[in-house]
């Protein structure tokens, strides 16, 4: 899952974040089954076309990993990350900056996230 949000960054920042991930993916031996992005979108807003799909992904169980940059890029909105999360406990999710996602780890970076905005 990869997006960019504001005229203050740049839209081949969502191509620079699937880059990494599919090295990441490459290096560890990960199959990438699709690629999920929003161009143009804040992580605030949980109508993003890129992310439900993303979320429809996970209910139908077509993905065992989730793979991003942050998860501050997935989502910025603490009510979103734990709806996201809740259907995802059959899915590992893992970020580039801090490795493989637990329920801990997740709340604190949702917390800071938010703090952010």
Do not use: N
């Amino acid at each position: 899952m990869a997006r960019y949000s504001t005229d203050l960054q740049k839209p081949t920042s969502v191509e620079a974040q699937i880059a990494l991930c599919r090295k990441e993916a490459e290096e560890k031996g990960w199959v990438i089954v699709d690629v999920r992005s929003d161009h143009g979108f804040s992580g605030t807003f949980a109508d993003r076309p890129g992310f439900l799909a993303l979320e429809d992904g996970i209910r139908d169980r077509r993905a065992d990993l989730v793979l991003f940059e942050s998860l501050d890029w997935l989502s910025r909105d603490s009510e979103h990350t734990a709806r996201f999360y809740k259907p995802a406990t059959q899915t590992e999710l893992y970020a580039l900056d801090s490795g493989f996602l637990d329920p801990i780890r997740i709340g604190f970076s949702v917390t800071m996230a938010a703090a952010f905005l």
